[in-house]
């Protein structure tokens, strides 16, 4: 049977710790060279592979390995340290507390790792943490640094990300054609639909997919037309984008200033597995990066492992005739979410798609780095008196019904109270009945009945399922409170005849995206226009709604002179400002692009 030891060696200032974490595993002793003893991290490697122990946990005052001493310039921390690394490692002067300083420590990782023994080192100097960095190692999490003697096959994801950046870096310069991805898509459809076959084999024979997320998951012929038009919205959209100059100012004579649209850097887009997170999806995501000069890391699911694949070979294969090949990576490890948010010196912007939930835990994860996601679609049909009941019953059927697990789709169903007790009405529970949509019944709804659907346990529910609630209000400024109040700023939508009415709906309410007469269900990239989405963001700072190239771009600063200098302009200077608007030429300033063949 296994037991946890833990002991303890301290020097005299109580600082400098070792801690050896043993589970005992009762068998034979490997004969190995005797290490000599030194110091406590010799002491704890010798003790650890004479026990068998599992883990031998190293706490010392920095964070883990680096590979040049901690506080100097481009120090970087070594998450995974392979015996054969040693070389790549420039050791400082010695511990302050210790004997031998971290190039003892890592000998005696070394020499325990031989004996068969893994290692961590980690910081232990924080009291109020130590005994969280302890657990957290026992359970895996990724803390300090861990030794391994098995280098895995293909870069770690820390190399990904820096050749995304680098390739990106060049492909931001490129002319804005995307019609080699929309050929390559065309020509290998059937290569993609043989990859895609595999995946829906597979997850068939699993049996843990629903029939909805089958669906999804399917490609046709016809989904990848659409795409492939996508694309071609995305390539035009491109044009006028991408080194838009948009706004232009002339500061002093010869001194003229330049706002400009300029790619955001490296994004991280993470899928989760959800239908609408899927292989078209993905596929939309990366032509969305090139098209505004992003590089991306692309962080799936194991549903459309195979169909992402061919469509990211045929992305790369794209890329490589610009010599930016690397700018998309497919990120296939077994990372965290929480490691790969680690990366913030790296990755400029992190794009969930999937649940609520995930954006939550990437927000909470993500220190530094900005999330572009939206907390929940709780969205709002708000069926008004003067409402057309044709138009009614299609628009509230399409909101519910043609994909209930969209974050776009209506989840709670709002009714004029003159509208209670009349035909239109009863049309439109009828055809929630036939739809087998399940009603749960808002606290005023229920108080007009004798016996009511089951009563909602909150009104800020999102069901993601043919399931709703209904709730009754006296008006549109009613309707619009209400919303404010449970809504998520997703998308709402009144229906309504009355021009007057609708138009105060549109200008009061303060949500992403705000619709009269037409299904909740239009909040989309490619509905709206833009090719396709990486998102929809509720956010209200930088992009809102359906996010698409635009909401991929930021702005830069150019100032071009002639020798100017701040003194010029002082008081007793021979300058003055100027500060003259000078008009956008709105053509694309095919000037700022080097295009590489």
Not at 73 to 94: C, E, H, M, V
Request: proline letters at 3%; charged letters at 25%; glycine letters at 6%.
């Amino acid at each position: 049977s296994k037991e946890l030891y833990t002991i303890f060696s301290h020097s005299t200032t109580l600082v400098h710790m070792v801690v050896v974490v043993v589970l005992v595993n009762i068998s034979s002793f490997l004969v190995l060279q005797v290490i000599s003893i030194k110091d406590n991290d010799s002491l704890a490697a010798r003790l650890a592979v004479e026990m068998k122990a599992d883990l031998l946990i190293l706490l010392s005052d920095v964070e883990g390995l680096y590979n040049s001493p901690p506080g100097t310039n481009d120090a970087k921390l070594i998450d995974i340290f392979y015996s054969g690394d040693q070389q790549s490692i420039t050791y400082g002067t010695k511990s302050r507390v210790g004997i031998g300083g971290m190039e003892a420590k890592v000998k005696a990782a070394l020499w325990a790792l031989q004996g068969g023994t893994s290692v961590v080192i980690a910081n232990g100097t924080n009291p109020k943490i130590t005994g969280q960095v302890i657990t957290d190692i026992v359970e895996g999490k990724k803390v300090g640094t861990f030794f391994s003697e098995v280098k895995p096959a293909g870069p770690s994801v820390e190399e990904q990300t820096e050749m995304a950046r680098n390739s990106g870096r060049i492909l931001a310069s490129l002319h804005p054609d995307q019609k080699l991805c929309t050929l390559l898509l065309t020509e290998r459809k059937n290569e993609i639909l043989a990859a895609n076959k595999m995946d829906m084999k597979m997850a068939v024979s699993a049996g843990r997919l629903p029939s909805a997320m089958l669906k999804r998951l399917s490609l046709s012929s016809v989904k990848l037309s659409s795409l492939a038009v996508g694309l071609h919205q995305i390539a035009k959209a491109a044009q006028d984008s991408v080194g838009r100059v948009v706004r232009r100012t002339r500061v002093a004579p010869s001194l003229e200033l330049e706002q400009v649209t300029v790619p955001i850097g490296v994004l991280l887009v993470i899928f989760e597995a959800r239908p609408d997170c899927l292989p078209q999806t993905c596929f939309s995501v990366s032509a969305l990066a090139i098209a505004s000069g992003n590089a991306l890391l692309l962080k799936g699911g194991k549903e459309a492992a195979n169909t992402n694949r061919v469509l990211h070979q045929l992305t790369q294969e794209a890329l490589s005739l610009h010599g930016v090949r690397e700018a998309v990576q497919m990120v296939n490890t077994h990372e965290e979410v929480e490691d790969l948010c680690r990366l913030d010196k790296v990755i400029d912007l992190i794009v969930p798609r999937g649940s609520s939930q995930l954006v939550r835990d990437i927000q909470r994860a993500a220190k530094g780095i900005p999330v572009l996601g939206h907390s929940e679609g709780i969205c709002h049909v708000y069926v008004d008196a003067d409402a057309d009941v044709d138009k009614v019953i299609k628009i509230v059927r399409d909101s519910k019904c043609d994909y209930p697990a969209a974050c776009n789709s209506m989840e709670t169903l709002l009714i004029h109270r003159e509208i209670l007790r009349t035909p239109m009405f009863d049309k439109i529970i009828e055809m929630l009945r036939i739809e087998q949509v399940k009603i749960h019944s808002g606290p005023r709804f229920a108080s007009y009945l004798t016996f009511s659907p089951s009563e909602a346990s909150s009104l800020r529910t999102e069901y993601s399922d043919l399931e709703c609630c209904l709730e009754v209000v006296d008006g549109v400024e009613e309707a619009v409170e209400h919303i404010h109040k449970y809504g998520s700023s997703h998308t709402d939508v009144i229906v309504t005849e009355n021009k007057e009415t609708a138009e105060r709906f549109l200008q009061q309410l303060d949500s992403a995206c705000v619709f009269w007469n037409a299904s909740s269900r239009f909040a989309d990239g490619y509905r709206f226009g833009l090719g396709a989405e990486v998102g929809i963001s509720t956010a209200r700072i930088h992009a809102r709604g359906p996010v698409g190239l635009e909401g991929l771009l930021t702005t830069k600063w150019v100032l071009r002179g002639d020798g100017h200098t701040v003194a010029d302009f002082s008081e007793s200077g021979s300058r003055k400002y100027l500060h003259e608007n000078i008009p956008v030429d709105l053509r694309f300033p095919e000037s700022v692009f080097k295009v590489f063949l």
